[in-house]
């Protein structure tokens, strides 16, 4: 998402909890911050602000992953997975929704996932993280509609990064799941970043301003499926 806004003429600034040691592409600028802590989340609103100007686009792609089920999660199984998937996408948007408002308005990105109506097995925490933003993006697109902000939430399915192949792992046997899983996406073929990318670069654009408030399932057609696949009987 990075490489492909700057591909296209914005000026971005990322971040993450490491130290990035890549030099970036031009109009790239990164921060080493971590989305869980309230003062980084103040200074990325500032440093963005200081480095860009004019902030037109957040998107909050930042997500960890606990692999357990309820009973088996621990408190520090929910604070960790909880301050990043909730807590940092709700401080993020308070932070940067008024810099946007005084500026004419904005449109955010949030990135969810098909996880939030389809559960994943063994992964409950997840889940429901992403289902609340799911009702985060509702929420802002109602309640800022009319300070010009547009808000929407992209729903990845399997794309294939390292969270994914966490989820696979945790199959007694990954290799099966992963055939069993792609017999299932109607596309025949699993997503990559970049699917996701240009979703959240047609979102950001004039070509969507009346889009608000929604929820965009880029999966390869994985849920829409029966759990019969196709040649079954």
């Given at each position: 998402?990075?490489?492909?806004?700057?591909?296209?003429?914005?000026?971005?600034?990322?971040?993450?909890?490491?130290?990035?040691?890549?030099?970036?592409?031009?109009?790239?600028?990164?921060?080493?911050?971590?989305?869980?802590?309230?003062?980084d989340?103040?200074?990325?609103?500032?440093e963005?602000?200081?480095?860009?100007?004019?902030i037109?686009?957040?998107?909050?792609?930042?997500?960890?992953?606990?692999?357990?089920?309820?009973?088996?999660?621990?408190?520090?199984?929910?604070?960790?997975?909880?301050?990043?998937?909730?807590?940092?996408?709700?401080?993020?948007?308070?932070?940067?929704?008024?810099?946007?408002?005084?500026?004419?308005?904005?449109?955010?990105?949030?990135?969810?996932?098909?996880?939030?109506?389809?559960?994943?097995?063994?992964?409950?925490?997840?889940?429901?993280?992403?289902?609340?933003?799911?009702?985060?993006?509702?929420?802002?697109?109602?309640?800022?509609g009319?300070?010009?902000?547009?808000?929407?939430?992209?729903?990845?399915?399997?794309?294939?990064?390292?969270?994914?192949?966490?989820?696979?792992?945790?199959?007694?046997d990954?290799?099966?799941?992963?055939?069993?899983?792609?017999?299932?996406?109607?596309a025949?073929?699993?997503?990559?970043?970049?699917?996701?990318?240009?979703?959240?670069?047609?979102?950001?654009?004039?070509?969507?301003?009346?889009?608000?408030?929604?929820?965009?399932?880029?999966?390869?057609?994985?849920?829409?499926?029966?759990?019969?696949?196709?040649g079954?009987?």
């Amino acid at each position: 998402m990075v490489e492909l806004f700057a591909r296209e003429g914005a000026q971005v600034l990322t971040c993450s909890r490491s130290e990035r040691k890549d030099p970036l592409p031009q109009g790239i600028s990164s921060l080493t911050a971590d989305v869980s802590r309230s003062d980084d989340v103040k200074k990325l609103a500032s440093e963005a602000v200081s480095r860009l100007g004019k902030i037109d686009i957040l998107v909050n792609n930042a997500g960890v992953q606990v692999e357990k089920t309820v009973v088996d999660s621990t408190d520090e199984d929910f604070e960790a997975l909880m301050s990043v998937n909730t807590w940092g996408v709700f401080a993020l948007c308070r932070e940067f929704i008024p810099l946007m408002a005084g500026n004419g308005g904005g449109t955010i990105i949030n990135i969810g996932s098909i996880s939030a109506d389809h559960a994943d097995p063994s992964m409950a925490l997840y889940n429901a993280s992403k289902a609340f933003v799911h009702s985060l993006t509702r929420s802002i697109a109602v309640d800022h509609g009319h300070q010009g902000i547009r808000c929407n939430a992209i729903c990845p399915g399997w794309i294939m990064t390292e969270m994914a192949d966490a989820a696979f792992d945790l199959a007694d046997d990954p290799d099966a799941a992963r055939a069993d899983a792609l017999a299932r996406h109607a596309a025949g073929r699993f997503g990559q970043p970049k699917d996701i990318a240009q979703a959240a670069l047609w979102l950001a654009s004039d070509g969507a301003s009346f889009i608000t408030g929604q929820t965009l399932t880029i999966d390869g057609g994985l849920i829409a499926a029966s759990p019969l696949r196709p040649g079954f009987f």
